[in-house]
């Protein structure tokens, strides 16, 4: 049973850090690219950014660029996402999710985790 769980989540002020992780289990790990997605109150999901099986990463959405960073770790079944600068309008439920390629769009995906909340304050 594959399962994707996140964390890392919570409140911070605006200009603050978080970094999400997603710990994988249930599948090989190496084989599957990874995606970020979240999705704001209302608003449709929203891709961020994914990481390919080897490391390498689609571009950033222009919302994070040059602010998060992605990255992953196969022999601990982990992918990372290091959130510095954060803006207000980052707050949103965030996703990580699993699939052989690296989509942008988030119906090819496989497997879903269950959303860890990012609260940014003014």
């Known amino acids: 049973q594959v399962q994707l769980v996140e964390s890392g989540g919570g409140l911070v002020q605006a200009g603050g850090s978080l970094r999400l992780s997603c710990a994988a289990s249930g599948l090989t790990f190496s084989s599957y690219a990874m995606g970020w997605f979240r999705q704001a109150p209302g608003k449709e999901r929203e891709f961020v950014v994914a990481i390919n099986r080897s490391g390498g990463t689609t571009p950033y959405a222009d919302s994070v660029k040059g602010r998060f960073t992605v990255s992953r770790d196969n022999a601990k079944n982990t992918v990372y996402l290091q959130m510095n600068s954060l803006k207000p309008e980052d707050t949103a439920v965030y996703y990580c999710?699993?699939?052989?390629?690296?989509?942008?769009?988030?119906?090819?995906?496989?497997?879903w985790g269950q959303g860890t909340q990012v609260t940014v304050s003014s």
């Open positions: 999710a699993a699939d052989p390629r690296p989509w942008t769009v988030p119906n090819p995906y496989d497997y």
